[in-house]
């Protein structure tokens, strides 16, 4: 069960995306309104993030290869196995 600080601190922060981000812009559509806080928060975040080694992909780059995986065909092995033989 959240506390009464949790709701507080999630408030301000609902607050602060609506002032900052928000409140200044009009909305061609009603979609456009409802995703623009999540825009706001993932431009305040950035989906680049700083690695820990040059060459680590980033996050975007893992979700990508992930989506990938997935949608990937899976692989069947064509040649039959053969039983062990015993010796």
């Excluded at 700083?50 to 992930?66: A, S, Y």
């Amino acid at each position: 069960m959240p506390t009464t600080l949790e709701y507080a601190l999630a408030e301000n922060l609902w607050t602060l995306i609506m002032t900052e981000g928000l409140r200044s812009r009009t909305f061609a559509t009603r979609a456009e309104a409802n995703l623009a806080p999540f825009a706001c928060i993932d431009g305040f975040y950035g989906s680049r993030r700083i690695r820990k080694r040059p060459g680590h992909p980033g996050p975007v780059e893992l979700e990508g290869k992930h989506h990938a995986e997935q949608a990937a065909p899976e692989r069947t092995d064509l040649k039959p196995r053969r039983p062990a033989l015993p010796s």
